[in-house]
């Protein structure tokens, strides 16, 4: 039955599937004719803002070319093997410790392996095959993740020596410039926690619905002030984009760049400030 919901659910027009998807998550539906909030932008975002270059980046594999490009090769995490089907992965040619991933899915589906030893290939091989057949479009209508050829990447594992559990710095960018940065610890475990910060480092008096707010200070000047510059770069020309990085022994990794965050789906709490961030979207 689920299954036939979700292949009914295919056949809806885009707007009319964003719609049925925004009043589950707000239990009313989006202002698309004026859309005023960040949540609402968004999903006006994904029906009219359709440049090309949105499908690059968003692809795992091959944003790092270009990523490398704008602000230097020492930023991309190295890439050990690209493949298109789970099953033609060589094991035996990777190192004890690897992370991997689709191209052209979400964050949250990878394989971490720790200790090679201890990895259950079967297990791997069979939730990366279900992750190719399945596409990020179809969930939240993020068009530019339709055409993205799907492949399986594997990539070094990267773990801070001072930090058990590696945060991830999310910067919300408008009209080419960082304006907050979303800090998100434990993203794989049951303790998955979140914070807002703006460019001067100062915590924000709103989080995201259904996410604990971290305890500990996790935004160093320091830290800001080497990310905060190539998140600026990558993010040149771009109306809105959230980009992503790692911050390993001091030093910056890329992450990933999307143009969805959330895939416009997850409240703000106080619920004023998608209206308040929204305000940063210039669309008209």
Not at 14 to 27: C, G, K, N, V
Not at 253 to 277: A, C, H, L, M, R
Request: charged letters at 25%.
């Amino acid at each position: 039955m689920k299954n036939l919901i979700k292949k009914l659910l295919r056949l809806l027009p885009d707007e009319m599937y964003i719609q049925l998807q925004y009043f589950y998550h707000f239990h009313r539906f989006a202002n698309l004719k004026n859309p005023q909030t960040f949540n609402e932008k968004l999903q006006w975002l994904k029906l009219h803002d359709r440049n090309p270059l949105y499908t690059t980046l968003v692809d795992k594999y091959a944003v790092k070319k270009w990523v490398a490009d704008k602000i230097g090769e020492q930023y991309i995490i190295p890439t050990l093997g690209v493949w298109e089907k789970a099953e033609d992965i060589d094991f035996d040619k990777l190192p004890n410790q690897f992370v991997l991933k689709c191209n052209h899915s979400g964050g949250g589906d990878v394989v971490i392996c720790r200790d090679k030893s201890k990895l259950d290939k079967e297990a791997a091989i069979k939730k990366l095959s279900w992750q190719l057949q399945n596409n990020n479009y179809w969930y939240g209508r993020e068009w530019p993740y339709k055409n993205v050829p799907p492949r399986i990447i594997a990539e070094k594992f990267i773990e801070d020596s001072t930090i058990q559990d590696l945060p991830d710095y999310k910067f919300l960018c408008f009209n080419g410039k960082a304006c907050y940065v979303e800090v998100h610890q434990g993203r794989f475990t049951s303790n998955h926690s979140q914070i807002f910060y703006d460019m001067k480092g100062q915590v924000q008096p709103f989080n995201n619905k259904g996410y604990p707010i971290i305890k500990t200070d996790s935004l160093s000047q320091d830290m800001l002030s080497q990310l905060y510059p190539l998140v600026n770069k990558l993010a040149a020309g771009l109306l809105q984009a959230r980009v992503d990085f790692y911050y390993v022994d001091q030093r910056p990794y890329f992450g990933e760049i999307t143009f969805f965050d959330g895939s416009g789906y997850v409240p703000f709490v106080p619920t004023q400030w998608d209206k308040k961030i929204g305000d940063l979207i210039k669309i008209r």
